[in-house]
Structure formats: structure tokens, C-alpha cells
């Protein structure tokens, strides 16, 4: 996934969820501190691709992909864009995390599809 700010970005909560072989381990004179259980990810991001998927889209991202993502890159109140809006997964994951969003999508069927998707999350 590519992501593009205007300027340098405001925000950047990198996930830490890569276990530390080396937790708690310090320099022999304690002026290191202990190196913590977990790191922030590198750049691969793996995710369970194989599920059963009801959007009715050929290729949707895992929920989480896009969870994770919004997390780390805007804070709650932003606005998030994705050009290829799809079954709406951005947008979804989006309202669920308190962001304002925004779907570009050329295909009527997916638009229809991610409008269902979308309409669905408003009691």
C-alpha cells in the first residue's frame, strides 16, 4: 500500500506487535534500558488472505489491513482517502475508527456494493 500526505506526515503510530528475541536484556552496567517485548513492524505486513468473504468483490483486503493502516497514519476526526474504493473496506474501517473518508471507485457494482456496506454500520 502506498501512503501519500501533504508534507511530512502528522501522524505515525507504528504498530509494535514484533516480539523482541532480546526482551528485558540490558548492557551488563544498566545504562542501557532493557530492550522492550515488542518493536514496530518492518515493512511486510502479513495478513490471512484466505477467508470467506461476503462483499461480493473479486479482490478485497482483510479488514485489518485497512484498520491498521488508518490507525497509524491519522488520528480520530481525519480524513481518509482511497482512490480504488472497492467493496468499501476503507470506508468501513474508517467510520469504525471515528475518521472521515472519502472512496473513488469507476465500477457502479462496487459503488452500489460499498454504499450497502457502508449503509449497514448506521443503526
Not at 479482490?59 to 485489518?64: D, H, N, R
Request: a neutral charge.
Amino acid at each position: 500500500m502506498f501512503v501519500f500526505s501533504v508534507g511530512v506526515p502528522k501522524t505515525a503510530k507504528l504498530i509494535c506487535d514484533k516480539a523482541n528475541k532480546w526482551a528485558g536484556h540490558t548492557s551488563f552496567d544498566g545504562k542501557i534500558p532493557p530492550v522492550p517485548a515488542f518493536s514496530p513492524r518492518n515493512n511486510i505486513w502479513e495478513y490471512a488472505t484466505s477467508f470467506n468473504d461476503k462483499t461480493g468483490h473479486p479482490a478485497p483486503f482483510p479488514e485489518k489491513l485497512a484498520e491498521d493502516h488508518i490507525l497509524t497514519w491519522s488520528n480520530e476526526g481525519d480524513l481518509v482517502y482511497d482512490p480504488f474504493g472497492g467493496s468499501g473496506t476503507t470506508a468501513k474501517m474508517a467510520i469504525k475508527s471515528n475518521r472521515k473518508w472519502i472512496l473513488s471507485e469507476i465500477s457502479q457494482e462496487y459503488c452500489d456494493k460499498a454504499n450497502e456496506r457502508i449503509q449497514s454500520l448506521n443503526p
